[in-house]
């Protein structure tokens, strides 16, 4: 069969781009956060995040401040999908939201598999996530070596990754719960959704001013207050209509895409990145939560990523696209594999007050994400040419 060129819009190709250039800055950002934790300054630069600013530590601000404007990008992207992209059309829909189910199923399967009623139970969600950012700027490195639809394929994976990501943040990472405030921030999300469909206000500054008080009652309620980002992302006016410069959600998209990029996220990497390779590093590396989380996403990611995509074409829920192979979607679930950012983030929540197990954990993370960018990037070098 001829290959089938995919149009990729503006808005997507915009997006795209704008990963790879952050995925540099990330990348530096954490390889200086691993050196300044290894220096003879380590204990004060890991420390430093601890002060406290306006009642919060530095590194509160930014893990549920800064990473809450990440997870509105994250937010606004997945509805572009929704509204006018790859899972706006249910059938088209199914093969990457499929795959990406095996991506989170199979990889938490084998945490919990070892770490069954242990205390690292908890980081059963760290091998469920995809950083977006990683994952296409190694893509992107394949230039049109690789078909166009493998990378929408790959956002859809990531994105969908994160959803799910995002709601076991909100189900099994919630502290103490304040019905009241959770209350009020569910009131602000009505009313803003009333403004949306009800008096078709289109303007962005009131989503954003009332966004910003959901966060604070969010914060306040015991949820994560990173929700707040995705809740308000749906929330504000969206077309139907690809690249719509009208569009509420598109415009602000636009803006944020830089300033998350090449901003937030090499600021959350600084914060977070600082990993002490301790020596017994190469021991804690065969623990039952590291090895969890290493096997999870480095085995977990591409093998549940191919046999749900695989089972799903198989029973006629979805088809395989024209210009995709099954080689294709291996290498895009093997990229999927890198988890950094959003595996980091799952750390922080699901093993606070324990250091040295989050250290643990982030050491797996950078060694897995590794081991994944580097099997999926040499897997589509050599295998990735478009399908015939």
């Not at 770490?115 to 059963?124: D, H, L, R, V, W």
């Not at 207050?225 to 077309?239: D, E, R, W, Y």
């Not at 099997?375 to 015939?388: E, M, Q, Y």
Request: proline fraction near 4%; hydrophobic fraction near 60%.
């Amino acid at each position: 069969m001829a290959q089938v060129e995919i149009p990729l819009s503006n808005t997507f190709q915009q997006f795209f781009q704008s990963e790879r250039a952050g995925s540099v800055l990330l990348t530096a950002f954490a390889l200086l956060a691993l050196a300044l934790a290894n220096s003879p300054i380590g204990n004060e630069f890991v420390g430093f995040w601890q002060n406290v600013v306006a009642g919060l530590s530095l590194a509160y601000w930014v893990n549920d401040g800064l990473m809450a404007i990440f997870f509105l990008l994250v937010g606004l992207e997945l509805k572009r999908e929704l509204v006018s992209g790859e899972l706006s059309n249910l059938k088209k829909a199914l093969f990457p939201v499929l795959a990406a189910a095996g991506g989170v199923l199979i990889p938490a399967s084998i945490h919990f598999a070892l770490n069954a009623g242990t205390p690292t139970q908890a980081g059963i969600g760290i091998p469920m996530a995809t950083d977006i950012v990683f994952a296409l700027a190694a893509l992107s490195l394949l230039g049109k070596s690789v078909p166009a639809s493998l990378k929408v394929f790959l956002v859809a994976v990531a994105v969908v990754d994160d959803l799910v990501a995002i709601i076991v943040i909100a189900v099994f990472y919630t502290s103490q719960l304040s019905l009241t405030f959770l209350g009020l921030a569910l009131l602000l999300l009505i009313a803003m959704f009333v403004m949306n469909r009800l008096f078709k206000i289109v303007t962005l500054v009131p989503y954003l001013l009332l966004g910003v008080l959901m966060w604070f009652f969010m914060l306040k309620s015991g949820v994560h207050a990173t929700l707040a980002g995705v809740l308000l992302a749906f929330a504000i006016p969206a077309s139907k209509v690809v690249d719509d410069a009208d569009s509420p959600s598109e415009v602000l998209e636009h803006a944020l895409h830089k300033p998350v990029t090449l901003l937030i996220l090499p600021i959350f990497a600084f914060v977070n990145a600082g990993v002490i390779v301790g020596a017994g590093w190469a021991e804690s590396l065969m623990s039952s939560n590291s090895m969890g989380i290493i096997l999870g996403l480095v085995v977990g990611k591409p093998i549940g990523v191919t046999l749900f995509a695989f089972v799903a074409v198989a029973l006629g829920l979805c088809r395989l696209p024209n210009d995709l192979a099954w080689r294709h979607v291996f290498g895009a679930g093997a990229l999927a594999g890198i988890g950094f950012t959003m595996s980091i983030f799952i750390t922080n929540l699901a093993f606070v007050g324990a250091g040295d197990l989050v250290n643990d954990s982030k050491m797996a993370i950078l060694i897995a994400s590794v081991l994944s960018g580097l099997i999926g990037f040499t897997w589509l070098k050599l295998r990735g040419s478009p399908a015939n």
